[in-house]
Each structure stands twice: as C-alpha cells, then as structure tokens.
C-alpha cells in the first residue's frame, strides 16, 4: 500500500491540466493495483508462516496491516462508488469527497506506522542481541524508517498544499454547471 498509494493520492496533484475523467480513473486504477499488489504479499506472509510453522496475526504489526488493508479496500470501494459509479448525486459527492480525502491521507500514513512497526519487529527477531551495538543492518532498517518518515512527511505536504490542488478546467466547470442544472434543478448561477 505504502508504494502505489502515494502516487495515486498525487495524480490530483501531477495532472492538473489533464481531464478529470482520466485522473479520476488514473487514481482509482492506481489505488486498485496498490490493492492487488497488497492482496498477493498478505497471501505470500500466510503462506510463508504456514510452511514455516509460524503463527498468524499475533503482532501488532500484523493487526494493524490487516487493519490497513481491510480500511483502504473499504475506502476504495467507496470511492469508486460515489465518484465512478453514474447516477450518484451531485450534493452526495460533496459530502463524502471531505470524508474521502481525509481518509486517504490518514490510511497513507497508518500504512506507513505499519511499515514502521514491521520494521521494528524484524529487528527484534533478527538482532535483537547486536541492535543495541549499531550493527549495519539496525543501521540500514533505522535509515529506511527514517527515510519512510520523510517520504510520508514530502507526499503529506504535497497534498495539503493549496497551491498544487487541481483547479477545474473550464470546460469542466461548464459541464458540471449544466450537470447539476439537469440532475438537481438547480440554476448553475446559484438560487434564484
């Protein structure tokens, strides 16, 4: 999730000038091959564990990636069925889109406390004599957490940046003015 999902949170933020029906399916195609992506290393953690006889979601690390992968299947879902699925109202988008964005930025950063938790789990179970001892490889896990955090810290300042959020074009504008006049009797100059 940690990989795919921050470019997918970007292309809002990459692709300002292109048409937001292509960022729209560029980001939840991206947010569904991060899925997929997910989907084969939980498999690949349950079958390694079952061949070497290794007990199943008893960390926390454990907990919390299943409790990640669970909540951005949901997320996903939903978005896909507010913002993708035709006949959803105008009014209805506006109050989930909020709720969905904020969700989005908090399970990017869950997942990456999850990839921290694991990092610190493998550390305990490999070197957990030497760590103390600034062995390479406590080194190298503490740089890649490090390096985690920065990433996390770059992408969440990226996104809440006014300055680089999407402007719509204004043939969408007119589209969407006209939408809403059509779908929700409204007058695309507000109340009248």
Not at 7 to 18: D, H, I, K, P, T
Not at 91 to 120: E, M, N, Q, W
Request: glycine share 8%; proline share 3%.
């Amino acid at each position: 999730l940690t990989a795919l999902s921050p470019s997918a949170l970007l292309v809002y933020r990459v692709f300002r000038n292109e048409a937001r029906r292509s960022t729209k399916a560029l980001h939840a195609l991206l947010h569904g091959l991060a899925l997929l992506i997910a989907l084969v290393g939980l498999v690949a953690v349950f079958e390694s564990h079952r061949a070497k006889g290794i007990s199943n979601m008893y960390s926390l690390h454990s907990w919390c990636g299943m409790a990640a992968f669970v909540l951005y299947l949901l997320q996903w879902l939903l978005g896909c069925s507010f913002f993708l699925v035709p006949g959803v109202s105008f009014s209805l988008r506006g109050r989930y889109k909020p709720h969905h964005v904020f969700f989005g930025i908090a399970l990017f950063a869950f997942s990456i406390a999850t990839c921290l938790l694991g990092i610190t789990e493998m550390l305990l179970f490999n070197i957990r004599d030497s760590y103390s001892h600034f062995v390479p490889e406590g080194v190298l896990a503490n740089t890649l957490g490090l390096l985690l955090v920065a990433f996390g810290l770059v992408v969440g300042y990226v996104l809440t940046r006014d300055d680089w959020k999407r402007a719509p074009l204004a043939e969408e504008m007119a589209l969407s003015m006209d939408f809403k006049t059509l779908t929700e009797s409204e007058s695309p100059r507000g109340s009248q």
